[in-house]
């Protein structure tokens, strides 16, 4: 078990490797049997992860990323970040505020949740649709199918639409 000094380091590594672009620094910060969840992937085992923020990196655009907060007691954490970015299929603005919880093992983030309102972020990156389809289960059903078809061709190194 790493300290929660060596765990909020991590943290904060994972979070400035997010804003530099650096998906193999972040990939890194992964254990190689870690699971991610969020609305809109859903639940990502073993290398997926990583997979997943090397292709959110590996586009081209304005992302950044604020690490507002963070902390970390034992094995445990947690850290409040803010993403803001043009959405590039719809060409909207975009600031997701979302709440991360952690768990640590060995120097590495074992298990990664996301939590944040997906109604607000549709409403901001799709507009009217979003607004009116963001609160049903529809909408997080689709794109959830559309993301990870996409994550699965970018593992393959087969073109992505960005």
């Known amino acids: ?3 929660a000094e060596s765990n909020e380091l991590l943290i904060r590594r994972l979070y400035e490797a997010f804003d530099q672009g650096d998906g193999e620094a972040m990939a890194a910060c992964y254990a190689p049997t870690a699971t991610f969840r969020d609305p809109v992937f859903g639940e990502l085992t073993g290398e997926q992860a990583g997979t997943m923020w090397r292709m959110f990196t590996s586009r081209p655009g304005d992302l950044r990323v604020e690490l507002a ?3 970390a007691t034992g094995d445990v954490g947690s850290a409040h970040w803010i993403a803001r970015y043009t959405f590039e299929p719809t060409g ?4 997701n505020d979302i709440k991360a919880s952690f768990r640590f093992a060995e120097g590495r983030i074992v298990e990664h949740i996301d ?3 997906f109604w607000t972020w549709a409403r901001q990156a799709l507009g009217p649709l979003g607004l009116v389809l963001g609160w049903t289960p529809l909408l997080p059903l689709v794109l959830r199918r559309k993301v990870r078809r996409d994550l699965d061709r970018f593992a393959r190194g087969e ?3 960005l």
């Open 92 to 95: 909207r603005w975009v600031e």
């Open 1 to 3: 078990m790493g300290s």
């Open 159 to 161: 073109p992505v639409e």
């Open 69 to 71: 907060g963070h902390e």
């Open 115 to 117: 939590r944040f309102s």
